[in-house]
């Protein structure tokens, strides 16, 4: 039984040892799965858009995809709209024939301030990308191949990636004692930072064959 408590996964060798999960007090065969609560687009839809291989169906639905994709619009908009304010005042200094050193006289700033302005913020977006990177929108699994296929968001808005793994490609290295029941799993293949919610799976059983061969 797939007891109600924190858990940490140890893979060692084909064996997967100390796999408990928990969510809302209840064991996770006994609980309300949230499959396609999250996507109101049709599975086949999803399939093509995903240029998704023959073979493969439609086995988690993140609850994270507004709030992903929300942040990386945020952050690309604020990159180009600072980035065209800079543009726009070094471009009127050229028409003047004035160097572009009045620039920054005219802001107050010295180089130094600017540039590290720059980097925090380089800095503040880069994380929060990468943040939003681990969490995968779509999983999909092939039981003939014995792989699943996810898709992520890239660096650009609206951009995605897909990455395949086999089964037991997982290994989930902490957990929160959290009501959502928030997972941080590992990625073997890649060495990318994954981060799951087990009940959006459509089955128990397609989330366990993420951590066992």
Do not use: W
Not at 50 to 74: E, F, H, S, T, W
Not at 85 to 100: G, Q, R, Y
Request: include cysteine; hydrophobic fraction near 40%.
């Amino acid at each position: 039984m797939l007891m109600n408590r924190a858990f940490i996964v140890v893979k060692n060798g084909k064996n997967v040892r100390n796999c408990r999960c928990f969510h809302l007090g209840q064991p996770l065969l006994d609980q309300k799965f949230k499959f396609g609560e999250t996507e109101s687009r049709p599975e086949k839809r999803l399939l093509i858009e995903d240029k998704v291989p023959l073979g493969y169906r439609l086995v988690y639905r993140a609850p994270m995809k507004n709030y992903v994709l929300m942040n990386q619009i945020l952050c690309s908009s604020s990159v180009f709209m600072a980035g065209g304010v800079v543009a726009v005042k070094a471009a009127n200094l050229v028409a003047l024939d004035l160097p572009l050193s009045d620039l920054l006289e005219s802001s107050n700033f010295t180089p130094v301030e600017v540039g590290g302005a720059f980097a925090m913020s380089a800095v503040l977006i880069g994380s929060l990308v990468s943040i939003c990177q681990r969490f995968p929108l779509r999983m999909y699994k092939s039981e003939a191949e014995k792989k699943f296929l996810y898709v992520k968001y890239g660096f650009l808005p609206f951009a995605t990636k897909r990455y395949q793994i086999n089964y037991g490609g997982v290994k989930i290295k902490n957990a929160q004692n959290d009501p959502k029941g928030l997972h941080y799993g590992f990625d073997t293949v890649n060495k990318s930072g994954l981060i799951l919610f087990p009940t959006f799976f459509r089955t128990p059983s397609d989330f366990l064959d993420l951590l066992s061969d």
